[in-house]
């Protein structure tokens, strides 16, 4: 149980430290001022919100764009889903089947990317979007915020009844 606790401590530094020393630099070579910097981030899109996110970068910046959902996007989700696996296994040792929900949260997050992906690609060939591709993306991208806030769920009632099984013994004693 301690082995979990501390694979649980060491992965989450490891997910901050890739989000401030990986991702964010790695992020900034399609950052705009103005605008979304990730269509990802959102909980759905439409064709408007893709077309304008596309066009407002160069081809320079959609080149890094993507790279980043091949590369570094796709390893942050992994990192993350290791890590609400490790917390959920801490916190609910007997209940394994909770941890399918953060697996398939990282898997619609990289269904997502080869999606946008997709997306670009035909964007840089100086072809419209399509409007199923752009449908798809954001049925999964909802999808996967959905899972995401499962997760977080899981989480918070594991912490809760660690809170309520603590008080008590302490309670007690």
């Known amino acids: ?14 997910f901050f430290l890739y989000i401030t020393l990986v991702l964010g630099p790695t992020g900034n070579c399609f950052a705009v001022d103005v605008g979304s910097n990730s269509l990802g981030l959102s909980f759905s899109y439409t064709k408007e919100m893709v077309q304008n996110f596309f066009e407002s970068r160069d081809q320079e910046q959609l080149l890094c764009y993507r790279q980043f959902l091949l590369i570094w996007d796709t390893i942050f989700a992994l990192i993350y889903t290791l890590m609400y696996a490790s917390w959920i296994k ?70 809760m009844i660690l809170l309520k099984i603590f008080l008590t013994k302490f309670k007690n004693s």
């Open 90 to 159: 801490y916190l609910f040792n007997e209940k394994r089947l909770f941890l399918i929900i953060p697996v398939l949260g990282m898997l619609a997050d990289w269904a997502e990317n080869y999606t946008e992906i997709l997306m670009l690609n035909t964007y840089l060939n100086s072809n419209p979007v399509s409007e199923t591709l752009v449908s798809i993306g954001s049925g999964v991208n909802s999808f996967k915020w959905v899972l995401s806030s499962l997760t977080y769920l899981i989480i918070l009632v594991g912490i």
């Open 1 to 14: 149980m301690n082995r979990t606790l501390y694979l649980a401590i060491g992965l989450t530094l490891a």
